[in-house]
């Protein structure tokens, strides 16, 4: 079965004291949807996965130890294994650290750092190869939108940072559509365009690795979504889940969001 995951991309925000805050008001929500009436054996919550600044991953970690189903990544990984890259952050730290994930392609990754789908490509080695599950972010800006060629930008994103790996490597990895438009702008894609893009990554994914590694995929919608849209959002048979961006910094926002998928 296809995992469902509400994931919070917490970017360059926070003071420590706010994110352990943030964190302790999460975990009491998320406790109390467990342990409300639509709290069912089957039909457990959806995974959350938190990817706070690096900085405060092992604390957040501490802070959801033993917890089930809430996961720590980090926002970025460099593509080499280790050496003279001052400042920079491998996979190996980040999972020998206990974090789990790391989101690879974020769209500020590729516009502010210049990273290309070759360099992603290897992040995504890396971070496999260090038992880190890459969250592959795919989008496309507005004027690629308005021309409509943004089927075909999302196909060439995945096919040159993701579609060198094999079935079982897919298999491990999580990719989040994130149209550049709607990324803390305000502007949502509809229900409509969010489906028909999901659709047709997976039958991307289909024609590459075959039907079961398409319906197994985890595809996640991200780009201004929040606790009033993501209902709608949630509701499209190929939408698996969220990353969100502003609304994960807001307790409440976040847990409305994963009662959301949870209730969909
Ligand atoms: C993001 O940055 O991945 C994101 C989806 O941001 P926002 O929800 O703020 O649009």
Redesign the pocket.
């Known amino acids: 079965m296809r995992k469902r995951i509400v994931a919070g991309?917490w970017?360059m925000n926070l003071s420590l004291d706010e994110a352990m805050a943030l964190a302790n008001e999460l975990k009491v929500k998320i406790d109390a949807l467990r342990g409300s009436a639509v709290a069912e054996e089957d039909n457990p919550l959806p995974e959350v996965v938190l990817f706070p600044p690096y900085v405060y991953i092992t604390r957040i970690l501490d802070m959801f130890s033993g917890y089930k189903g809430v996961w720590v990544g980090s926002q970025n990984c460099h593509h080499e294994e280790q050496g003279a890259y001052t400042g920079e952050v491998a996979s190996l730290m980040i999972r020998s650290a206990g974090a789990s994930h790391v989101i690879i392609g974020?769209s500020?990754r590729r516009s502010q750092f210049g990273e290309d789908d070759a360099l992603l490509a290897r992040k995504t080695k890396q971070a496999l190869k260090n038992g880190l599950t890459p969250v592959f972010?795919c989008g496309e800006m507005l004027p690629e939108r308005e021309a409509g060629t943004h089927f075909g930008v999302v196909t060439e994103q995945l096919k040159n940072g993701l579609f060198w790996m094999d079935e079982s490597q897919l298999a491990k990895t999580v990719i989040a559509y994130?149209p550049v438009w709607?990324?803390?702008?305000g502007v949502t894609a509809s229900p409509d365009q969010a489906q028909e893009m999901h659709a047709h990554i997976r039958k991307l994914v289909a024609g590459t690795y075959g039907e079961p590694s398409a319906e197994n995929m985890t595809i996640l919608y991200?780009?201004?979504?929040n606790a009033k849209n993501a209902t709608d959002l949630f509701s499209q048979p190929d939408v698996d889940g969220g990353?969100?961006?502003?609304?994960s910094l807001k307790a409440d926002d976040f847990s409305r969001i994963i009662q959301s998928l949870w209730t969909t």
């Open positions: 991309n970017k974020h500020e972010c994130e709607a990324i803390g702008t991200g780009g201004s979504c990353l969100i961006g502003g609304a």
